[in-house]
């Protein structure tokens, strides 16, 4: 049956290669089931509700990328969407997490009829590459940001707005602990290295008096507080509308290229350099998401953590198969979920902003037209703590800067289009 569904000898792999493969993603990526509560629940979702939510949302992706696509490539509620979510949604624009996940379950289903009609191949091709490259590091420092000031190593100042928190305390000590570990586990090549930097932290913490023991295994939680919890009222407003671009718009572009890039390297590229059954992958990406939002979660999105399965062998959906059935296991553990304080996922968040700033080694610095707007979009995602204010500005300067230096026709009419509706937006 496993050889009909997922022509593993035509791969050149095995149910054992697979399953070592699976369990090696799920060990690299279990962060997350401790990351998207926390980030979440700051909404005032409740943290078990969303918990429940993640591990399912993250099962029912790898499920659909397994079985439909035939991709090693595992799916869980994306990093640098639930910070958007939280943090520009709900805290910045004052919407309240039901209408901010009506809006995520928009940005899924737009995300669908592109697939369907094939419209993102011409979407993913109108932006120019270094813009890619900047939004995915814009994303990085955002969620740097939100890191430090997680661990309280960043706070608050009346005069210039950010200033050093006071190193000194539980906090912030913690963090830096828990990035060092992250850092030291993941060069040291240890499977879960990230998921266990969380745990020796949170351990700290516990022991120290600084957290409540509550267990670590029990009966999966009550989804009811987050499940069909959306409000469609408020996210059909046009103001809205900039909120569903800003989701869709990342979860494409971050779905294509950790598409691409695992398949690159499961050499599972065509001889033309592109991926076959790009647009079932990209259905289970956009699935996924639309079913996260009804469970009570923020875009789920491709890992590109799923290179780790693919560097012991994973080649074919067997391996993302594997991934979920982990996940659904955890939900035996939401004790553990629980007790994970915000500063002990810091470390994490830091770790994850430094995969996507490793981009910028890809932007042509020579070529200012092409290197400003990069630095537009990086600096302003964080400092306007907005993904979609970062990508909307990054798009108006990008036409701008092109147009003042004598090189507008090598502006896509795409982005010129993308780029007058930001403006208008801004201006209105």
């Given at each position: 049956?496993?050889?009909?569904?997922?022509?593993?000898?035509?791969?050149?792999?095995?149910?054992?290669?697979?399953?070592?493969?699976?369990?090696?993603?799920?060990?690299?990526?279990?962060?997350?089931?401790?990351?998207?509560?926390?980030?979440?629940?700051?909404?005032?979702?409740?943290?078990?509700?969303?918990?429940?939510?993640?591990?399912?949302?993250?099962?029912?992706?790898?499920?659909?990328?397994?079985?439909?696509?035939?991709?090693?490539?595992?799916?869980?509620?994306?990093?640098?969407?639930?910070?958007?979510?939280?943090?520009?949604?709900?805290?910045?624009?004052?919407?309240?997490?039901?209408?901010?996940?009506?809006?995520?379950?928009?940005?899924?289903?737009?995300?669908?009829?592109?697939?369907?009609?094939?419209?993102?191949?011409?979407?993913?091709?109108?932006?120019?590459?270094?813009?890619?490259?900047?939004?995915?590091?814009?994303?990085?420092?955002?969620?740097?940001?939100?890191?430090?000031?997680?661990?309280?190593?960043?706070?608050?100042?009346?005069?210039?707005?950010?200033?050093?928190?006071?190193?000194?305390?539980?906090?912030?000590?913690?963090?830096?602990?828990?990035?060092?570990?992250?850092?030291?586990?993941?060069?040291?090549?240890?499977?879960?290295?990230?998921?266990?930097?969380?745990?020796?932290?949170?351990?700290?913490?516990?022991?120290?008096?600084?957290?409540?023991?509550?267990?670590?295994?029990?009966?999966?939680?009550?989804?009811?507080?987050?499940?069909?919890?959306?409000?469609?009222?408020?996210?059909?407003?046009?103001?809205?509308?900039?909120?569903?671009?800003?989701?869709?718009?990342?979860?494409?572009?971050?779905?294509?290229?950790?598409?691409?890039?695992?398949?690159?390297?499961?050499?599972?590229?065509?001889?033309?350099?592109?991926?076959?059954?790009?647009?079932?992958?990209?259905?289970?990406?956009?699935?996924?998401?639309?079913?996260?939002?009804?469970?009570?979660?923020?875009?789920?999105?491709?890992?590109?953590?799923?290179?780790?399965?693919?560097?012991?062998?994973?080649?074919?959906?067997?391996?993302?198969?594997?991934?979920?059935?982990?996940?659904?296991?955890?939900?035996?553990?939401?004790?553990?979920?629980?007790?994970?304080?915000?500063?002990?996922?810091?470390?994490?968040?830091?770790?994850?902003?430094?995969?996507?700033?490793?981009?910028?080694?890809?932007?042509?610095?020579?070529?200012?037209?092409?290197?400003?707007?990069?630095?537009?979009?990086?600096?302003?995602?964080?400092?306007?703590?907005?993904?979609?204010?970062?990508?909307?500005?990054?798009?108006?300067?990008?036409?701008?800067?092109?147009?003042?230096s004598g090189k507008f026709k090598e502006i896509p009419l795409s982005l010129l289009a993308l780029s007058?509706?930001?403006?208008?937006?801004?201006v209105m």
């Amino acid at each position: 049956m496993l050889e009909r569904l997922f022509k593993l000898k035509d791969q050149g792999t095995d149910v054992k290669t697979e399953v070592i493969a699976g369990i090696t993603t799920f060990l690299t990526m279990a962060y997350i089931i401790f990351v998207n509560p926390s980030i979440l629940s700051q909404t005032g979702m409740d943290r078990d509700a969303v918990f429940v939510a993640t591990c399912l949302a993250a099962a029912i992706g790898c499920f659909i990328m397994g079985l439909v696509a035939n991709y090693p490539v595992a799916q869980a509620p994306g990093m640098g969407l639930n910070a958007f979510f939280t943090y520009t949604v709900v805290f910045q624009l004052g919407y309240t997490w039901q209408v901010a996940l009506a809006a995520v379950f928009l940005s899924g289903v737009c995300f669908i009829l592109l697939s369907l009609f094939k419209i993102r191949e011409w979407i993913i091709h109108s932006i120019p590459v270094s813009l890619r490259i900047g939004i995915s590091a814009g994303i990085g420092m955002f969620l740097a940001l939100i890191a430090l000031q997680n661990a309280g190593i960043i706070v608050d100042h009346p005069v210039t707005l950010l200033q050093i928190g006071d190193l000194s305390t539980f906090g912030p000590a913690m963090g830096a602990l828990g990035f060092f570990l992250t850092i030291g586990l993941v060069k040291r090549e240890i499977k879960g290295g990230v998921m266990i930097a969380i745990l020796i932290v949170t351990v700290l913490g516990i022991a120290l008096g600084d957290i409540q023991y509550t267990g670590i295994m029990s009966t999966p939680p009550s989804i009811a507080p987050t499940f069909m919890q959306l409000d469609f009222a408020g996210a059909l407003e046009i103001s809205m509308l900039s909120v569903v671009f800003a989701f869709l718009f990342v979860d494409v572009f971050d779905t294509a290229g950790t598409l691409i890039g695992v398949a690159q390297k499961a050499n599972l590229l065509d001889r033309k350099g592109r991926l076959p059954r790009l647009n079932r992958a990209m259905l289970a990406d956009s699935t996924a998401t639309t079913v996260g939002a009804l469970l009570g979660t923020s875009n789920t999105t491709s890992f590109v953590e799923s290179v780790s399965g693919v560097a012991v062998g994973g080649r074919t959906g067997l391996t993302a198969v594997v991934v979920g059935c982990l996940f659904l296991l955890a939900l035996f553990f939401s004790p553990i979920a629980g007790m994970v304080p915000p500063y002990a996922t810091a470390g994490a968040l830091f770790y994850v902003a430094i995969l996507m700033m490793s981009g910028l080694v890809g932007v042509d610095w020579r070529d200012l037209t092409e290197a400003a707007p990069v630095v537009v979009v990086c600096l302003m995602t964080p400092l306007t703590y907005s993904i979609a204010h970062g990508i909307g500005l990054g798009f108006i300067s990008y036409c701008a800067i092109k147009a003042f230096s004598g090189k507008f026709k090598e502006i896509p009419l795409s982005l010129l289009a993308l780029s007058g509706l930001f403006l208008m937006k801004f201006v209105m």
